[in-house]
């Protein structure tokens, strides 16, 4: 079974689990974490920064790492959509939707570090050889 499918299978698995999540749970999430749809787009943010950082600072290891956490934040990113998915489906309220739409988030992430570090640090590279051309 290749790695698609496994992650198709979790995301349902996860799917599952906020599913049959009560609307107590939900909104008991929601509070300890405190969750809101602003911090919707902090890990997203998080991630450009601590990318273009990273590339800025040259940190060329991070570079052999780029499939593996492209693979985890596609994985991340289908868990917490699917998940969303499901809690508007039992319970059609959006608010409930904030945890698994974080999970959503913290998968977007990742996947704008791993794109962030790898533009800017080609760029990078790009303009260096510009120069050693002139």
């Not at 994985?75 to 998915?85: S, V």
């Not at 913290?106 to 790009?126: H, N, P, Q, R, S």
Request: aromatic content about 10%.
């Amino acid at each position: 079974m290749n790695i698609a499918k496994r992650i198709v299978i979790l995301a349902g698995a996860v799917g599952l689990f906020f599913y049959t999540a009560e609307q107590e749970d939900l909104i008991t999430l929601i509070a300890n974490f405190n969750l809101s749809w602003y911090k919707l787009g902090v890990p997203v943010a998080w991630g450009l920064v601590i990318g273009g950082l990273c590339a800025l600072l040259k940190f060329r290891w991070l570079l052999s790492w780029m499939a593996p956490v492209t693979l985890v934040a596609s994985a991340i990113t289908t868990m917490g959509l699917t998940g969303a998915a499901a809690v508007f489906v039992k319970h059609q309220l959006v608010v409930l939707c904030l945890p698994p739409l974080q999970l959503a988030t913290v998968g977007v992430g990742l996947y704008l570090f791993a794109v962030g570090l790898v533009k800017l640090m080609g760029d990078i590279e790009a303009r260096k050889s510009e120069k050693g051309e002139e």
